[in-house]
């Protein structure tokens, strides 16, 4: 199924990396400097609203259906692996901009080759997000050395990917997706509010 993920808020997905002397928490992109969402941290976020949805309906083979559709909690598996040979579980793509926004950038800016493609990367990620600061504050005060950066992804821009998983599932992961209101990190700040669809 194909799935859409639309920013509501700026969001800061962190690649897990920092940029000395830039940003604390660096977001996740591609060769290019396009943001993207991994598929792992979608396929979380589902599988904790899906455990949300069963204990509200009271589903009582709860863990076991969750189990089913996701594996077994801490079990390693290949979460980007969309051949369509990965059997019964649930797989997730990571999420990216439309091809045809990408594709324009590209052209736009001329990237042709691998150097231009390295020397423009910094640019193609500014077209896409800021730089955000923040600190930590104590009885009405900055904390010293709270000061952090960190790179977020503007707001409005559309993700695109795609969810496999058995057709008798595909309502229920529907459902489940429609209840993602947040993705990312730093979300009690008010980051990573996004609108979840599955076509």
Request: glycine residues 10%; hydrophobic residues 35%; neutral net charge.
């Amino acid at each position: 199924m194909k799935v859409t993920i639309e920013l509501l808020s700026d969001a800061v997905f962190g690649s897990g990396q920092s940029v000395p002397g830039g940003e604390d928490i660096a977001v996740r992109h591609d060769a290019y400097g396009f943001p993207y969402i991994s598929g792992s941290s979608v396929k979380g976020v589902l599988r904790e609203e899906m455990e949300h949805y069963f204990a509200w309906i009271k589903e009582q083979a709860a863990k076991e259906r969750i189990a089913a559709i996701f594996g077994a909690a801490g079990e390693k598996t290949d979460l980007n692996q969309m051949s369509g040979d990965s059997g019964d579980r649930l797989t997730v793509s990571d999420f990216r901009l439309p091809s045809r926004i990408r594709e324009a950038v590209k052209k736009e800016l001329d990237i042709a080759d691998e150097d231009t493609r390295r020397q423009k990367m910094d640019l193609v990620l500014s077209l896409f997000t800021d730089i955000r600061t923040f600190t930590r504050i104590e009885d009405g005060r900055s904390k010293d050395g709270s000061l952090r950066n960190a790179r977020c992804v503007k707001k409005g821009f559309l993700f695109e990917g795609e969810i496999l998983c058995k057709k008798e599932e595909e309502e229920l992961v529907k459902e489940c997706l429609s209840y993602v209101k947040w993705l990312g990190t730093m979300r009690t700040r008010g980051f990573g509010n996004v609108m979840v669809k599955g076509v």
